[in-house]
């Protein structure tokens, strides 16, 4: 264990544009917390947006400068989910999030919001956890537990690539929408 917990190394991806209505600051103010519990957990955010240089200095002030990399827009997200360890989005708003169905595609299990579509893709406690907004503390629990469970996390990671296969593929999206006006 390190001096201040244990020598856990993880990685927890956030893919948003950053702008205020995805959550940063509260996603922020929870890895606070998760690096008290776990100071090797690192926090990479992919996107861009008129947020980054606000959210670079809360990050700075924070004591996260070395916990926290923003990557900036990125095209190979799918080869970044695959070496990360946990999805976390904490939008105050949000329709369906492409960004969380590539994490279930990817195998990711995921801390959301619960808000928008977030909880009509993922299950709660199966493929990862719906946490309410504007809440860093029951965001950073949640965080934390993943993190620091491995049996957890292969779980809800195989749960959540079997719940997006059997969902949210092209094809199965298809044939609900045929299904649907079929029936109208």
Not at 46 to 62: D, F, H, K, N, Y
Not at 77 to 93: G, K, P, T, Y
């Amino acid at each position: 264990t390190c001096r201040d917990g244990p020598c856990v190394r993880r990685l927890v991806v956030c893919v948003a544009s950053l702008r205020q209505k995805k959550g940063h600051t509260h996603l922020l103010a929870a890895f606070v917390l998760v690096r008290k519990r776990i100071p090797g957990a690192r926090l990479l955010l992919v996107g861009e947006g008129p947020e980054r240089a606000s959210l670079t200095r809360e990050s700075e002030q924070a004591g996260l400068a070395r916990g926290v990399v923003f990557a900036g827009y990125r095209g190979d997200v799918a080869a970044i989910l695959a070496r990360c360890d946990l999805f976390v989005l904490a939008s105050l708003e949000e329709g369906m999030p492409n960004a969380l169905l590539e994490a279930m595609a990817a195998g990711l299990p995921s801390v959301v919001t619960d808000v928008g579509g977030n909880a009509e893709a993922l299950v709660d406690g199966t493929t990862g956890y719906l946490v309410p907004r504007d809440d860093p503390g029951a965001l950073a629990a949640r965080m934390i537990e993943i993190l620091l469970n491995p049996d957890l996390r292969r779980a809800q990671s195989e749960a959540a690539r079997r719940r997006y296969e059997a969902s949210f593929t092209l094809d199965k999206m298809t044939s609900a929408y045929q299904a649907l006006y079929e029936r109208l």
